[in-house]
């Protein structure tokens, strides 16, 4: 019992890890309708800003607070220089210019900062907690808490705030936002900027466990995309609930199914990926989209 | 009515004139090239054989993503997994069972047709971003499985399997590099001219029907599942005998080489290349192949800094791929063309054109 | 239809084929009077990124050497390209190296993979693949591949210093190993293992008294992390822990095991002694204890503080390779290997042929190197394509930072 329960603190100690980035893809989708493939490898850059700036001797709030900022202008540049020109392009040379922007992020952060792993500290403390026999680490609770906040404050942003009404307009119907008087390109900046600004939140949340060289993100990408898609990637809430999930249910097929063993882990939760996209084609809680022909 | 004279009359015959003098330009040019193909393997070095070997294989695996994404509107991110499944499909059966290599490419198509056509049923139930999420789980769960214990007797384990390089047969005078240069030129020709076909014929139509409107396909009685399937399928063939043929090229698999970032290139280079076009295929093989090493040369010290700027330089300049930029290049070119030199030949034309009135 | 510009693809093809040209001019390979040729691949990009450092040392060591005016009067032009880690790249950039660079040999090519690919073809084309920088043991095959030598201590010898020390020191011990699901891990396993029974064997254990395998745990490169693979080896009972880990999940390895509360006798390979990249971001409390081995200088170890040949390697890397780290193990490393070329060249003189450069390089007689650990000699033969076979344990002091060698030097056995 306790080993079990000691593979689930694991697991969501991972599934923590790879909401936070999905909470970011979610953003960028309810603001833009593209997934950016690159918001792992901006989470990491701005991740590499952090601790540039503690590192020259800011006390941590102060360069997190900093970065948040840089981040999000970050974001907002980006969108406005590198992805409007291809607004109106079809989606996939959207998707060639998001590889484009990963491998720039990639392989600028390893010229700048080389490949040599860093510590990244964490204001929750670093010491071990033990309850019983299972053990934690504080920062995790902290990393998961601050994920659920993130969640909180998106959910209630797209929800009550008319700023959030207008980005979800804007994402959805472009030509219908603008014929009302919304300024759809600064919408579509915002969410940019609002994605880069929650990616460095994921970033700096997650150097300290896993350690920062410029592969932070790379592993947790796929598996937050693969979260925020089976929760549904129209549901921020799903998504985490699929961040979660992802992370339990590999740790623990890895545990207990004896004859795939660690090696096939991986394959163990896609499965239960594509099983579950098989019968829910939206996600588990996406919202089912109705076309009428 | 003078039909010798009545045609140039119209915008619309002289875009007809031109058309056809533009096709009587395209067969020329294409043999020309095909010539030229021919003979480049003796001029250039041996090194540079093998380069463009290697673009041939990736040419023909992005002809079947092309089939799948251009021509049929549905998406994959894990074509790697195919190409792996064929690579080491041809490896284990040359190095386990000693089959000639020949055999082995035949083998790789119908095992991956196969495996595409089986992945292609379920994939019917998901769309658009699920389905890039269902394929990259495939591409995933390659190396993992690759390297699984159970099986490790045949695939060779992390160690990866070497296969010798096979010679020219019948005693052909080329030496081996060469020879593997004209066999995937040639497989690329066959698989070309089958896509070709294929895309010309009821299937093609509905394909793209499908793509374009899936509903009024099926409300024509198009059978989309049927043919949603059997596009993947073929798609996965395509792909699968590239595999094989790269396994022969290079030498060498090893569970690692068909990473997530292999299915992530094949993507690049449809759609840099020009999706819905199969010369497309061709250009974003020699994209995929040659440009990371111009980017090398050109920045040491963050060389995929430059591919990805690059890649965002053509999204930018030719949005329709490079083919949709040769297409608009070769349009404009057209609009020059003189629309007539003899009378003769402009008689033989306009008998053509009007033989239906 | 069939949409070909045949006219552009005919000119780019045209223009590919001036190029193509361009390099095709056969010269005598890679030497003249005044240049020697060395290719280098190495992974500037992809998943081993981390180890670019090391040609960029190896290229930075070339060119002081260069200013100081070369070997015999020759200076080395170092070409080096990326593979990514990717065998397919490596088969392109060797076989560009040798046929249209005519390099006179390639050296250190990175990883086993990578270099499995190539090792056919090095040897069918008779050019030297000379100090790979992998551990395989199977590069050290004289008969069956008389073109290919490796150059650090190879890992099956490594993991056997450490089963010997397991029978050795702890009883009845419990063992679990974590190990990386990849050639480079597989290949510590398989020595791990194979040293095991032959030291049970000639100990004359049995029963409970013998040291057993109570668990493994692989994980792939792509995983975000390794915490649940620990997990797993805790509470499988085990005391003692091998970890056959790269840096970054050592110290995700090392530190999961401190918090967890658990204190085995944990073994950590080689690859993964840094204390600036390994130890210090696992904390150094957690790292405590922990055994290895080293055959190189430690630049942080403070008994090197003060030491000629680290200063000196310091005030080149501050010349030569400002932006490198100063704190990198690698770093040490490439410049190490880099004058045992140097070396090998040197013995060759003027007589610069594959086969002699080669012969030279099976021809080391108890050369030195003053970055590596004192005793520790490059020592190669016809026969003995291993250069380097000594290796000292070493375990690590929480309190001081440091590592501290104990026992004699090792040699294989």
């Given at each position: 019992m306790e080993i079990f329960l000691q593979q689930v603190m694991t697991g969501l100690a991972n599934g923590g890890i790879y909401a936070s980035l999905a909470l970011a893809l979610v953003m960028i989708y309810h603001s833009t309708n593209h997934l950016n493939f690159a918001q792992g490898e901006m989470a990491m850059f701005s991740t590499y800003i952090a601790w540039t700036l503690i590192n020259a001797g800011l006390p941590y709030w102060v360069a997190f607070v900093i970065t948040l900022a840089v981040s999000f202008a970050g974001?907002?540049?980006?969108?406005?220089?590198?992805?409007?020109?291809?607004?109106?392009?079809?989606?996939?040379?959207?998707?060639?210019?998001?590889?484009?922007?990963?491998?720039?992020?990639?392989?600028?952060?390893?010229?700048?900062?080389?490949?040599?792993?860093?510590?990244?500290?964490?204001?929750?403390?670093?010491?071990?907690?033990?309850?019983?026999?299972?053990?934690?680490?504080?920062?995790?609770?902290?990393?998961?808490?601050?994920?659920?906040?993130?969640?909180?404050?998106?959910?209630?942003?797209?929800?009550?705030?008319?700023?959030?009404?207008?980005?979800?307009?804007?994402?959805?119907?472009?030509?219908?936002?603008?014929?009302?008087?919304?300024?759809v390109g600064w919408m579509l900046a915002l969410g940019w900027g609002l994605a880069a600004l929650i990616g460095a939140v994921a970033g700096m949340m997650v150097a300290p466990v896993l350690f920062l060289d410029p592969s932070l993100m790379s592993g947790v990408l796929i598996y937050s995309f693969a979260a925020a898609l089976f929760g549904g990637i129209s549901s921020p809430g799903g998504s985490v609930f699929g961040g979660f999930f992802v992370g339990v249910a590999e740790v623990l097929s890895g545990t207990y199914v004896p004859f795939i063993g660690n090696d096939l882990k991986l394959i163990v939760a896609l499965i239960i990926i594509i099983g579950v996209l098989l019968v829910r084609p939206s996600g588990l809680f996406g919202k089912v989209s109705v076309s009428r022909v | 009515m003078d039909t010798a004279n009545a045609p140039t009359g119209t915008v619309a015959a002289e875009a007809a004139i031109r058309r056809d003098r533009a096709r009587t330009w395209r067969i020329w040019a294409v043999a020309a090239l095909l010539v030229v193909t021919c003979v480049l393997p003796f001029v250039m070095g041996d090194y540079r054989v093998f380069q463009f070997t290697l673009a041939f294989t990736y040419a023909l695996a992005l002809l079947g993503l092309n089939l799948l994404i251009g021509f049929n509107g549905q998406f994959s991110l894990g074509h790697g997994a195919f190409y792996a499944i064929g690579a080491y499909t041809a490896a284990v059966m040359i190095h386990q069972w000693g089959i000639h290599y020949g055999w082995t490419l035949v083998a790789a198509g119908i095992v991956c047709g196969v495996a595409g056509f089986l992945f292609g049923i379920p994939a019917l139930r998901i769309q658009g971003m699920y389905l890039a999420l269902a394929t990259l789980a495939l591409a995933l769960a390659m190396p993992p499985l690759l390297k699984y214990k159970a099986w490790e007797a045949y695939t060779g384990g992390v160690q990866g399997i070497f296969i010798n390089k096979p010679h020219a047969p019948f005693g052909l005078p080329l030496n081996p590099d060469e020879w593997l240069y004209f066999l995937s030129l040639g497989v690329l020709l066959i698989a070309v001219v089958v896509a070709h076909n294929l895309l010309n014929g009821r299937t093609g139509r509905a394909m793209m029907a499908i793509r374009d409107n899936p509903i009024a396909a099926e409300a024509m009685g198009i059978n989309t599942a049927l043919y949603k399937s059997l596009t993947f399928g073929v798609s996965a063939l395509f792909t699968g005998v590239a595999g094989a043929l790269s396994c022969i090229v290079v030498q060498f698999v090893a569970p690692d080489s068909y990473s997530v970032f292999l299915s992530i290139t094949l993507l690049v280079g449809s759609v840099v290349g020009g999706l819905a076009s199969i010369s497309g295929a061709i250009y974003g093989a020699f994209f995929i192949q040659f440009i990371p090493n111009v980017a090398d040369a050109i920045s040491k010290a963050a060389p995929w800094a430059i591919y990805g700027l690059f890649l965002i330089g053509f999204m930018f300049v030719m949005p329709g791929g490079i083919a949709g930029f040769m297409n608009m290049v070769w349009s404009r070119l057209q609009r020059q063309l003189p629309l007539a030199r003899r009378r003769g030949a402009e008689a033989g034309h306009t008998g053509r054109t009007n033989s239906k009135t | 239809m069939i949409k070909r510009n045949a006219t552009v693809l005919f000119l780019l093809l045209a223009g590919l084929l001036v190029l193509g040209l361009a390099g095709c001019e056969k010269k005598t390979p890679g030497v003249t009077k005044t240049e020697i040729k060395i290719g280098h691949i190495n992974p500037y990009s992809g998943p081993a990124s981390a180890y670019g450092t090391i040609g960029r040392t190896e290229a930075a060591y070339f060119k002081m050497l260069n200013e100081e005016?070369?070997?015999?009067?020759?200076?080395?032009?170092?070409?080096?390209?990326?593979?990514?880690?990717?065998?397919p790249k490596t088969v392109e950039q060797a076989r560009k190296l040798v046929e249209q660079d005519n390099v006179l040999l390639i050296f250190q090519s990175l990883g086993t993979p990578t270099n499995s690919a190539i090792w056919q073809y090095m040897n069918d084309k008779k050019v030297p693949q000379l100090f790979v920088a992998t551990g395989a043991s199977k590069w050290n095959d004289p008969q069956g591949h008389p073109w290919t030598m490796g150059w650090q201590p190879n890992y099956q010898t490594e993991a056997k210093i450490y089963a010997r020390y397991v029978v050795q020191n702890i009883p009845g011990a419990k063992i679990g190993i974590l190990y990386q699901n990849d050639d480079y891990g597989k290949d510590y396993l398989t020595g791990f293992k194979a040293g095991l029974e032959a030291n049970i064997a000639s100990a004359g254990l049995s029963g409970d008294k013998a040291p057993k395998i109570v668990m493994e745990q692989s994980y792939e490169v792509s995983e975000p992390t390794i915490d649940s693979e620990v997990v797993n080896l805790k509470n499988s009972g085990a005391n003692v822990l091998v970890n056959i880990t790269t840096p970054k999940f050592a110290a995700q390895a090392v530190k999961k095991v401190a918090d967890l509360g658990w204190h085995p006798t944990q073994f950590l390979n080689n690859v993964s002694i840094s204390i600036d990249s390994v130890m210090k971001p696992a904390g150094l409390d957690a790292s405590n204890g922990i055994i290895s081995t080293a055959y190189l200088k430690d630049p942080d170890d403070a008994e090197w503080k003060d030491d000629a040949s680290i200063a000196k390697w310091r005030e080149f890397m501050q010349k030569y390779y400002p932006d490198g780290s100063l704190h990198s193990g690698n770093n040490v490393f490439g410049y190490t290997v880099a004058q045992t070329l140097v070396q090998v060249l040197k013995q060759a003189g003027d007589n610069l042929t594959r086969e002699n450069v080669m012969k030279e390089a099976a021809n080391l007689k108890d050369f030195e190197v003053s970055t590596l650990l004192p005793g520790i000699k490059i020592n190669t033969s016809p026969t003995d394509f291993a250069p380097i076979e000594q290796m000292q344990l070493q375990k690590f002091d929480g309190k001081k930072g440091a590592w501290v060698r104990f026992g004699e030097v090792l040699g294989a056995n």
């Open positions: 974001g907002v540049v980006i969108e406005r220089v590198v992805v409007r020109p291809f607004e109106d392009a079809p989606v996939l040379n959207a998707v060639i210019v998001f590889i484009g922007l990963l491998v720039i992020f990639n392989s600028l952060a390893g010229w700048i900062w080389t490949y040599d792993i860093k510590q990244f500290p964490t204001p929750f403390g670093d010491h071990p907690v033990q309850l019983g026999n299972i053990f934690f680490r504080a920062h995790d609770f902290g990393a998961i808490g601050v994920t659920l906040f993130v969640l909180l404050v998106l959910w209630a942003f797209f929800r009550f705030t008319p700023l959030g009404l207008a980005m979800r307009a804007s994402a959805e119907n472009p030509v219908s936002a603008r014929l009302v008087g919304i300024r | - | 005016g070369g070997i015999n009067g020759r200076k080395i032009n170092f070409i080096s390209y990326d593979d990514g880690y990717s065998p």
